[in-house]
């Protein structure tokens, strides 16, 4: 009894919280010509094979930041259960001098992830997402990562490791694990960033999250808020909601919008 109330308190302190996807709002152009798009729109290039028959996760990580290889795998894992890749899914690490001093903006996250990246998006018939593991907080506090246009994401260890030290579980390696697929998971567009669910599963309270404890949609995930989970489990899984949502955006049952392709 206890634990819930201290989870329930937490929430409240934390429910003016920003968000951990989205940025600068609207008809974000980068560089050029290429569209950086916003988080889901990508979607259906991920969910479906016509366009891209192969993916590329490009993870850059500052010296003693490369994530561990369970994250690797899991996201490897969530990513191969929902993406049609026949040509399949790498993940490729690279340890990245990002040259940037102090908090992390939404803007640098997408611009300085545009300098670093080896390759576009939308690379021939490859897919290719981008997330930053650099040193350094966000900008808000108690955010351990963001989703910042189509095709790019940031995990801040340094706050993971914090929230580690609130509690003895779970471990920084889960909660890295978490919001690492969580991150992923708004670059899939969940919950209704770029379609509306048929079933109730997002929180009112916290708009692209899932009301769903056992979801690591939970909007909790993202937060530093992640080591008062009731279970002590956090959540490293899409839910039954969340892949009927991908399932039915794969099969055109549901309208995606806001799409960078196709
Ligand atoms: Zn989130």
Not at 77 to 96: A, M, N, W
Not at 181 to 194: C, I, P, Y
Not at 216 to 227: C, K, Q, R, T
Request: glycine letters at 10%; aromatic letters at 8%.
């Amino acid at each position: 009894m206890q634990s819930r109330l201290f989870a329930m308190l937490t929430v409240f302190l934390l429910s003016g919280l920003s968000g951990c996807f989205g940025g600068s709002g609207d008809g974000i152009f980068g560089d050029g010509e290429e569209l950086y798009g916003v988080p889901g729109g990508l979607t259906l290039a991920c969910l479906r094979s016509d366009g891209f028959d192969s993916m590329v996760v490009e993870i850059d990580y500052s010296t003693g930041y490369q994530p561990d290889s369970s994250t690797v795998s899991t996201l490897k894992t969530r990513l191969q259960q929902v993406c049609d890749k026949p040509g399949g899914i790498d993940i490729e690490l690279t340890e990245t001098n990002f040259d940037h001093q102090g908090s992390w903006s939404a803007d640098d996250v997408r611009e300085i992830g545009r300098d670093t990246r080896e390759g576009v998006p939308q690379d021939g018939n490859v897919l290719r997402w981008h997330l930053l593991f650099p040193s350094g907080s966000y900008e808000n506090d108690g955010v351990l990562g963001v989703a910042v246009d189509a095709s790019t994401a940031a995990v801040f260890l340094d706050d993971v490791r914090e929230a580690e030290h609130w509690s003895t579980r779970p471990s920084a390696e889960q909660i890295e694990e978490a919001v690492t697929v969580h991150e992923v998971g708004h670059l899939l567009g969940l919950v209704n960033l770029v379609y509306q669910s048929p079933r109730p599963h997002e929180d009112p309270d916290h708009p692209g999250h899932s009301n769903n404890e056992d979801s690591v949609m939970y909007w909790a995930v993202e937060s530093g808020d992640i080591s008062s989970f009731i279970s002590n489990d956090v959540p490293d899984e899409f839910d039954a909601d969340d892949l009927a949502d991908l399932a039915d955006l794969a099969s055109g049952e549901l309208v995606a919008s806001d799409q960078l392709w196709p």
